[in-house]
T-cell receptor
């Protein structure tokens, strides 16, 4: 198992363009999370899925953001009409909902978005 | 509102000495607390956690202390090593929230040889 993988690692785009990030979680994990991290801040929760169901979305997730996990495996995060304020590191994490709760998440290396 | 707060952006210690990183929280519904370590260009990696029913958890050189009445937790690293130099994030979660973590701002630890 290679852990959580994210693609692309770095994306530079012009304001107004659409971008899509992909996350492949650890294979047996049924929960998948998206976080955003800006410079000098900790990761901020955006949304999470249990299997293919999107169970919670943060107020940070404006209507320009959409996330999917169509078959309960990989997930995509799309940002439409990007703005300079969207520049950040987008982190994906996964976990296994299990009887013994630990709260531990496994993070990918992130996808860095730069909006010019 | 910042529910998890790390008031020290940076900490510098000498190799072999103790590093103490602090974290405060405001949400009394949090029932699990975790510390993550992050190196540049990598995602955060889990370090140690503690349940709200405990006040101490130890794993090798790392010990986390929880003071529920003060809504405060700390991470002790002893002895500190240069490889411990990284950003440390405190995080908290509620089991009913599906393991959603709320993170602090992070503390940059530098361990000098």
């Amino acid at each position: 198992d290679t852990g959580v993988s994210q693609d692309p690692r770095h994306k530079i785009t012009k304001r107004g363009q659409n971008v899509t990030f992909r996350c492949d979680p650890i294979s047996e994990h049924n929960r998948l999370y998206w976080y955003r991290q800006t410079l000098g801040q900790g990761p901020e929760f955006l949304t999470y899925f249990q299997n293919e169901a999107q169970l919670e979305k943060s107020r940070l997730l404006s209507d320009r953001f959409s996330a999917e996990r169509p078959k309960g495996s990989f997930s995509t995060l799309e940002i439409q009409r990007t703005e300079q304020g969207d520049s950040a590191m987008y982190l994906c994490a996964s976990s296994l909902a299990a009887r013994r709760y630990t709260g531990e998440l496994f993070f990918g290396e992130g996808s860095r978005l730069t909006v010019l | 509102d910042q529910q998890v707060k790390q008031n020290s952006p940076s900490l510098s210690v000498q190799e072999g000495r103790i590093s103490i990183l602090n974290c405060d929280y405001t949400n009394s519904m949090f029932d699990y607390f975790l510390w993550y370590k992050k190196y540049p260009a990598e995602g955060p990696t889990f370090l140690i956690s503690i349940s709200s029913i405990k006040d101490k958890n130890e794993d090798g050189r790392f010990t986390v202390f929880l003071n529920k009445s003060a809504k405060h937790l700390s991470l002790h690293i002893v002895p500190s090593q240069p490889g411990d130099s990284a950003v440390y994030f405190c995080a908290a979660s509620e089991e009913t929230s599906g393991s959603r973590l709320t993170f602090g701002e992070g503390t940059q630890l530098t361990v000098n040889p």
